[in-house]
Structure formats: C-alpha cells, structure tokens
C-alpha cells in the first residue's frame, strides 16, 4: 500500500495533481487507515497513470472519466474528436506563431505588402517617422474598410510621389509635426498653400470625384479624425483650408464658395 506521495512518485505526477484529480472526482479518494493516512492499492495506480496519459496527450480534463468508462468503439470516437480539437489548436497556434513573429517586421503585421511597399517609399523621399506612423494608422482604417481594394488604390498613391510638390508637401508636414511651434506655426500657412494648388490640380483633373457611392463617409471622417488626434496643429491647418475653399483632410472637398 502506497502514501500519496509513492504515488505520484510511481505514476510519475505531482502530489498536487493526485489531490486535484480527487477533489473532481477523477481519482477515488481512499479512507484513512489507523494512523490517519490514505493508503493506496495497485488499482489506484493503474488509474491515476491511464489519467496521466490521457491528460499528456491532450484529452480535457472533464472528459477523461467517460473516456476510462467508455467500450473500445466509443473509446475510439472520442479519440478521434479530440485529435480534431487538436488538429484545429495546432492550426490555430501556428498562426498565432506566424503573427507573432511578424511583429519584429512593425508595419508588416496589420497591412498588406503594397501598403507596406508605400510607407518604405514616403521614408524614401524624406518624410519624418512620425509621419510615417500616422500614414500607417490610416492606412489600417483603410484596409480595414476596403481590403480587396487596396491593389486598387495604390498605384495612384505611388505615383504621386513622383510629383515634386507633394513630395515638398510631406517633407514640409514632417517638419512641422518634428517641431515644437504652435499652430501659429507660418509653415502651416504653407502647407496649406501647397494642399490646395494640389487639390484644385486633382479636381480639374478628374481625381476627385464628389459623387463615388463607394466611399461612405465613416472611414473619411475616423481618417480625418485621426490626424486631429495625432496632432492638434491639424485643426488649424483644417481652418486654412476652408479660408482656401476647402473642406476636409483625407477626402478634400471643395466648397460652394470660399468663406469670408
């Protein structure tokens, strides 16, 4: 007859666990003997190494005392639904693993390569980190609204990085926001100058078009909403481009007439 601690020692368990398969009920719990201890028989270890050969591989808890009662058919179909569990948990870990180790690669976990291929080139061409960082957040709205249009939108993108204005515009915005100055900041006056030559070029263009039902307002305002909250001096840069009769950030559109 064994202690509890022979016990676990013999079928290769803690004591902890012996006590833990006894208080729900997986583990008959023996009456103490004469001198107050638990004394175990060869049945009990038989049953505590079949429990602890089931719990290694992967079976629940809850479902180990069927399956030690259960016949050779119904032994197996149980068998076989807790390796699909398993198959399913293995997937799943697997691809929490890949995410995880995307996390080193910063932009690569939440964008698409075409956007990532996009923030690389705004870095290229000088934008600051910060910049970069608000363009990503955005882009997460973006793609979250409209993933099978990304494709779409980014060779537009790319290209108006080739446009020498735009590239000053960025430059321009990266070294406002790198800055301390307040939003009487007279840069702002000039990035508000270059966004409105560069929205009525878009405009005469083509480029904006203000009837698109494609584009529901939500992701244009959270847009919007989101270079206000990375930077306050974005509301004062919002006023100069009314005064230039133009209403908007991410989605500019024109006004009926400038105000006064």
């Given at each position: 007859?064994?202690?509890?601690g022979?016990?676990?020692?013999?079928?290769?368990?803690?004591?902890?666990a012996?006590?833990?398969?006894?208080?729900?009920?997986l583990?008959?719990?023996p009456e103490?003997?004469?001198?107050?201890?638990?004394?175990?028989?060869?049945?009990?270890?038989?049953?505590?190494?079949?429990?602890?050969?089931?719990?290694?591989?992967?079976?629940?808890?809850?479902?180990?005392?069927?399956?030690?009662?259960?016949?050779?058919?119904?032994?197996?179909?149980?068998?076989?639904?807790?390796?699909?569990?398993?198959?399913?948990?293995i997937?799943?870990?697997?691809?929490?693993r890949?995410?995880?180790?995307?996390?080193?690669?910063?932009d690569?976990?939440?964008?698409?390569?075409?956007?990532?291929s996009?923030?690389?080139?705004?870095?290229?061409?000088?934008?600051?980190?910060?910049?970069?960082?608000?363009?990503?957040?955005?882009?997460i709205?973006?793609?979250?609204?409209?993933p099978?249009?990304?494709?779409?939108?980014?060779p537009?993108k790319?290209?108006?990085?080739?446009?020498?204005?735009?590239?000053?515009?960025?430059?321009?915005?990266?070294?406002?926001?790198?800055?301390?100055?307040?939003?009487?900041?007279?840069?702002?006056?000039?990035?508000?100058d270059?966004?409105?030559?560069?929205a009525?070029?878009?405009?005469?263009?083509?480029?904006?078009?203000?009837?698109?039902?494609?584009?529901?307002?939500?992701?244009?305002?959270?847009?919007?909403?989101?270079?206000?909250?990375?930077?306050?001096?974005?509301?004062?840069?919002?006023?100069?481009?009314?005064?230039?009769?133009?209403?908007?950030?991410n989605?500019?559109?024109?006004?009926?007439?400038?105000?006064?």
């Amino acid at each position: 007859m064994l202690t509890i601690g022979q016990l676990a020692a013999y079928a290769g368990v803690t004591v902890r666990a012996v006590r833990h398969y006894h208080q729900i009920g997986l583990l008959p719990e023996p009456e103490r003997d004469a001198s107050g201890y638990r004394r175990y028989g060869a049945t009990a270890v038989v049953s505590l190494i079949k429990i602890r050969t089931l719990a290694n591989a992967g079976v629940p808890l809850s479902q180990i005392d069927q399956m030690l009662e259960a016949d050779a058919s119904t032994f197996a179909e149980a068998i076989q639904r807790i390796d699909g569990h398993l198959r399913d948990e293995i997937e799943r870990l697997e691809t929490s693993r890949k995410q995880i180790a995307q996390l080193a690669a910063g932009d690569r976990l939440t964008l698409p390569p075409e956007v990532v291929s996009y923030l690389d080139r705004l870095r290229e061409i000088g934008a600051s980190e910060r910049m970069v960082e608000g363009e990503r957040d955005g882009w997460i709205l973006v793609a979250a609204r409209w993933p099978d249009r990304i494709r779409e939108f980014m060779p537009g993108k790319l290209a108006q990085l080739d446009d020498p204005e735009v590239v000053r515009l960025y430059r321009l915005l990266s070294d406002i926001f790198e800055s301390d100055a307040g939003d009487d900041d007279p840069r702002l006056v000039e990035a508000a100058d270059i966004l409105a030559c560069l929205a009525e070029q878009a405009f005469t263009s083509g480029e904006i078009y203000l009837g698109d039902e494609g584009y529901d307002d939500l992701p244009h305002d959270l847009l919007d909403a989101l270079a206000v909250e990375s930077d306050p001096r974005v509301e004062r840069l919002l006023d100069l481009m009314r005064e230039r009769g133009w209403a908007g950030w991410n989605r500019l559109e024109r006004l009926a007439e400038p105000p006064d």
